[in-house]
């Protein structure tokens, strides 16, 4: 049995390993007493000339840009030890009186019944399970009996996020919604009599913003443009000030690959988990198409494999000139292009970092000088750039054509970038069509 008093502590410590060189292990202690060992990652690290009372190496973070993004620095090894104690400081420990039904053990049944009897994606149980640690986090204790949580609690706990302003309406209805789908579930295996918050009113989900943002394809380069120019703040330099110039070289490869990845994203209308996932086996450069096959959502926990297209079905995307281009580019840049290898990897073959990109993405429209388009009230985000494909493909193409190309079950999803498209010669088309029923000459508008 958990004893819920004792102290949940970790440590950090660099092993060096034959193949991957120094790395980062964390070591903690869980509240059960029980002891934890984990690989956070490679370590990007120097010896700083300074020693421990005890006589260990105190390191400090190496020299120039890192080479990877999986290579964690002395602060950010920290910050990931950090977060694994606040994991285990959030699992539910026993001490409510015995045989009373816990919100740590409802959760627990109710995550364990979503993945197993459900189905439900690994990207959607990480989702879950970080909401349950938000409930235990900001209002509810894991420890909590059941049968002591009440409407009213609940309420003033909905009630205190919305005033607060921090959380969007939908994040707090998300938290709402999965504790009364947690104490529905109690109340199905019989651990309570009744849902005290079935008659709770949620927060209304907040209606979908019919306006977004798009982008020209002379300003989808000129972002493109600005995410490869490394700038100055961003300069490896040396301790004598010269610049670092392997370390040069490796961020000018990456930059440039985050400039195409932003356009191949606008020039195809890919998901960023479907670009993450994207195989050179799906790029047909003589079919001139790209085949959409898997998607790896960066809300899914880390290794997990990635899965089907949102629709639930592959689809095939034509391949414009520019998106040829800088499929070329990436193809001949040194990464491997064996079929089953990522178009976009890291330098360690991994997935692209989400972070990494979308911050890139932001900066190079601040550079570009399209910064409003992130002041506005709906700033612009990454996935705009999907909506930039479908406001310039239904210009030339069918509805349904789009749809497919975008991999929408609906095709009132694919309706909204009919809206955008410009009507200039609207009124003299339909003045024409009217004429000829008619038999009159239509009427000449001023111009």
Do not use: C
Request: proline share 7%.
């Amino acid at each position: 049995m958990a004893e819920s008093g004792r102290r949940i502590t970790g440590n950090l410590r660099i092993e060096e390993r034959p193949r991957a060189g120094r790395v980062w292990v964390a070591t903690y202690v869980r509240a059960d007493g029980t002891k934890g060992r984990k690989f956070l990652g490679p370590a990007w690290v120097k010896d700083s000339g300074k020693r421990t009372p005890r006589g260990a190496v105190v390191w400090r973070a190496a020299n120039g840009s890192k080479p990877d993004p999986d290579y964690l620095t002395p602060r950010e090894a920290q910050d990931a030890l950090d977060r694994l104690l606040g994991v285990e400081k959030a699992k539910p420990r026993t001490g409510a009186r015995s045989g009373a039904k816990t919100l740590g053990a409802a959760a627990d049944a109710w995550l364990l019944h979503g993945q197993t009897v459900r189905g439900v994606s690994a990207s959607t149980m990480h989702g879950y399970t970080a909401i349950v640690g938000r409930l235990y986090a900001e209002e509810f204790s894991p420890d909590t009996p059941l049968r002591k949580i009440t409407e009213e609690q609940a309420r003033r706990y909905q009630d205190r996020l919305l005033l607060d302003g921090k959380l969007g309406r939908e994040s707090i209805r998300r938290r709402l919604v999965v504790l009364r789908r947690i104490l529905q579930h109690a109340k199905k295996l019989g651990w309570i009599g009744e849902n005290s918050l079935a008659e709770l009113q949620v927060v209304s989900q907040p209606p979908p913003d019919p306006d977004f943002n798009v982008l020209e394809p002379s300003q989808v380069e000129a972002v493109a443009r600005a995410i490869a120019a490394v700038p100055d703040d961003e300069l490896p330099l040396m301790r004598n000030g010269l610049v670092d110039e392997r370390a040069f070289a490796a961020t000018t490869e990456r930059r440039a690959m985050w400039a195409d990845v932003v356009r191949v994203a606008a020039y195809t209308g890919l998901r960023f988990g479907e670009l993450r996932a994207l195989r050179w086996r799906d790029v047909n450069f003589s079919g001139e198409s790209i085949v959409v096959r898997r998607n790896a959502p960066t809300s899914a926990p880390g290794g997990t494999a990635p899965k089907a297209p949102k629709s639930g079905k592959g689809r095939s995307v034509p391949l414009i000139p520019q998106a040829i281009a800088a499929l070329d580019r990436l193809s001949e840049a040194g990464y491997p292009t064996g079929p089953d290898d990522l178009v976009f990897p890291t330098r360690g073959e991994g997935m692209l970092d989400a972070g990494r990109v979308r911050n890139a993405f932001y900066r190079g429209l601040r550079d570009a000088g399209l910064g409003h388009l992130r002041d506005k009230t709906n700033p612009m985000t990454f996935h705009d750039l999907r909506h930039t494909f479908g406001t310039i493909a239904v210009r030339v193409f069918p509805v349904s054509d789009v749809q497919a190309m975008l991999g929408h079950a609906d095709i009132q999803t694919t309706m909204r970038y009919v809206h955008s498209v410009p009507r200039t010669d609207a009124a003299k088309r339909l003045a024409m069509a009217f004429s000829e029923d008619l038999g009159t000459a239509p009427l000449q508008l001023p111009t």
